[in-house]
Structure formats: structure tokens, C-alpha cells
């Protein structure tokens, strides 16, 4: 696999891009939706919640965190989760404008 050029793309088509990757895994989509139901942030219930292995589950939230979906503080000894406010409107906005964009055209394909 080649190297993806992505100064080529603009802002806003890397930033869709680097946000689906992070939400390409059924894991830490069930790992948002877990984060979102609590309605507080998340530190170890997710090893019981998912059925997934402590580091599996770290694995997901770096992606999550990398991405900026999520962000997370030290209490203690131990990392809690919670979803980015300000970043998750971001991301609303800027996927309900990719997807309005789209005009159904008659008689294509």
C-alpha cells in the first residue's frame, strides 16, 4: 500500500478522513456509545461492559483519543474517559454538511 499524499487533500477532507478511520472498528464504536449512555466519564467499566482485554480496550480509546473524539484525565492511578464536547459538534456539523451535500440526481446509474 502506497503512502497517502493528504497535503494534496484540504482541512476538512483530512479531518473526515481521520475521524472515520477512528470510527472504522465496531469496538470503539461501542465504546462511544457506552461513554455517551453513562453520561459521565468512563475510567474501567469497559473491560466488564465489552468482553475485550485491558489492553485491546486501551488500544481503542488511543485511536478514539488521537482522533480528539474523546479526551481523558488522571484520577489517581487510573485514566478516565469522557467524550469532547466541542470536538463531538465539530464532527456533527462537519458530517451533516458532507452529507447534505449530496444531491439525488434522476436517472444515475
Given at each position: 500500500?502506497?503512502?497517502?499524499?493528504?497535503?494534496?487533500f484540504?482541512?476538512?477532507?483530512?479531518?473526515?478522513?481521520?475521524?472515520?478511520?477512528?470510527?472504522?472498528?465496531?469496538?470503539?464504536?461501542?465504546?462511544?456509545?457506552?461513554?455517551?449512555k453513562?453520561?459521565?466519564?468512563?475510567?474501567?467499566?469497559?473491560?466488564?461492559?465489552?468482553?475485550?482485554a485491558?489492553?485491546?480496550?486501551?488500544?481503542?480509546?488511543?485511536?478514539?483519543?488521537?482522533?480528539?473524539?474523546?479526551?481523558?484525565?488522571?484520577?489517581?492511578?487510573?485514566?478516565?474517559?469522557?467524550?469532547?464536547?466541542?470536538?463531538?459538534?465539530?464532527?456533527?456539523?462537519?458530517?451533516?454538511?458532507?452529507?447534505?451535500?449530496?444531491?439525488?440526481?434522476?436517472?444515475?446509474?
Open positions: 500500500m502506497g503512502i497517502t499524499k493528504s497535503e494534496i484540504n482541512r476538512q477532507q483530512n479531518r473526515l478522513a481521520t475521524v472515520l478511520k477512528a470510527l472504522a472498528h465496531p469496538a470503539r464504536i461501542a465504546i462511544l456509545q457506552h461513554i455517551i453513562a453520561e459521565a466519564c468512563i475510567c474501567n467499566d469497559l473491560v466488564e461492559e465489552l468482553g475485550l485491558q489492553a485491546t480496550i486501551s488500544q481503542h480509546l488511543r485511536e478514539l483519543k488521537n482522533a480528539g473524539i474523546i479526551k481523558g484525565s488522571i484520577e489517581g492511578t487510573r485514566v478516565c474517559y469522557c467524550i469532547d464536547e466541542k470536538v463531538w459538534v465539530q464532527i456533527s456539523n462537519e458530517f451533516s454538511g458532507f452529507f447534505a451535500s449530496f444531491t439525488p440526481v434522476k436517472n444515475c446509474c
